[in-house]
């Protein structure tokens, strides 16, 4: 089975992952520019409050109080979110923080170089430590002296970026991520609804009767695919209506035909039959005898007509069934030769045998090919003019490796370039004819017996006149 080459499945996937995509770009692009400042005021808000009332709380506090006990309580005041410290620097240098802290951290606050080290439970990935924001700075002041100053500062986060904003901030992304979806999925709906209305107009056309529309959609997906299908349906639909149109053309031509051929010998009959019974009318006995040889051959080429009709039809339909066998067919050639001798010498005429082959076996019906033949030389019979000659050849065909080629050629009259064509067609008959022509069926017969033999059947003209009707037949292996 042939893998397919796409499915509307990653076409929708691809879509909802460029959605996203855009999705997150747009929540970045807000983040940094719009609720980074907000984050950044809010905190230099909260920063100041805090600062204020660490500052007011420790002059009004009592010296047993501890200092780092006092800061602590502030710290809630700024939840969740990047690490906040709230530093009280004495004037004597001395360093309070609301968090335990290392030995080296006192360095920042006195002058001295700060490390990696300065600050506890930092994240090796994230903010950098050793460089600080001071959101807010608060004087201390003791009985109206300044006693030191509280710092509320927070690290900053590399290249200058501040952390995500907070949980509830990044409810402010979603309008954003549903916004980019609904776009997403008005482009693929519209993408959807415009290639299944192609396939509606197909059907609503398809259904009025034009099998000429075509969808022509070249994507590989399931859609495509139909599509695809629904086109080679229609392709097939406009053979088979054409098939049909010209069967239909070539049974009402084929009627025709049949009642003009049964109407011609019964019009004869009738007006021989009309003469002689009108007792009004002389009849001598020699015409009473021409009048009723005349009904007896008219009777004949009757009886002639509906039997080779009677025949067709059997052939076309395969009611007849071949009882192939292995025959010569050069000895049944022959044989068939000796039998119309002498008719052709009667008429006037030669008839040649080239045994080019001594032996030519083939897997066919010998009734049927013995038919074939008699067709043959009874056209030539009609065709051919008093002197000619008719020549048969039975070769190997050159071209076709394991057939065999019989050729019945004449030096008759022959037929019209543009004729051709039409030599096995249903009651065809060439000009010049000794007796009127025959049915007009022997030829159409000799094609379907050929061709139900797996053979085929041309005519030719030949230099510098007459007519080569040339048949091949498979060899029997």
Known sequence: MKRPRGSLFWTIAGIFLLAVVVGTLVQVLVAVAVLRPLEAREARARAELAASGAA?????????????TLLARHRNAFGPGPPVFLVYRARDGRVWTDRPIRSGALARFVGAPVTRDTFPDRPRHGPRWDRFEILARRP???AGVPAGEILVVRPEWPHGVTALPESRASLLFLPFAVLAS??????????LVRRLRALEVFAARVTEGDLSVRIQDPTGDEIGRLA???????????????????TERQRRQLFADITHELATPLTSI?????????????VSTSERTRYVRGVLEEARRLDRLIRDLFELARLEAGATPLA?????????CRNTIERFEPRFRNAGLRLAWTPSLPEAWIEADGHHIEEVLDNLLVNALRYVPHGGTVELSLVRAPASAGRLRLTVGDDGPGIAPEDLPHVFERFYRGAGARDGGGSG??????????????GTVRARGRRPRGLSIE???PAAG
């Open 56 to 68: 007011a709380e420790l002059a009004a506090a009592p010296a047993t109080l501890p200092i780092d």
């Open 140 to 142: 201390v002041l003791l």
């Open 182 to 191: 609904v776009v997403a999925g008005l482009v693929m709906m519209r993408m």
């Open 228 to 246: 695809g299908r629904l086109d080679h349906m229609a392709e097939r639909l406009a053979e088979a209506r054409a098939q049909l149109e010209s």
């Open 270 to 282: 009738r007006g021989y039959a009309e003469t002689l019974l009108d007792p009004q009318v002389t």
């Open 324 to 332: 192939k066998e292995r025959l010569d067919w050069a000895a049944l």
């Open 441 to 454: 069926l022997g030829l159409a017969i000799v094609r379907e017996i050929v061709e139900r033999h797996g």
């Open 471 to 473: 048949i091949e037949l």
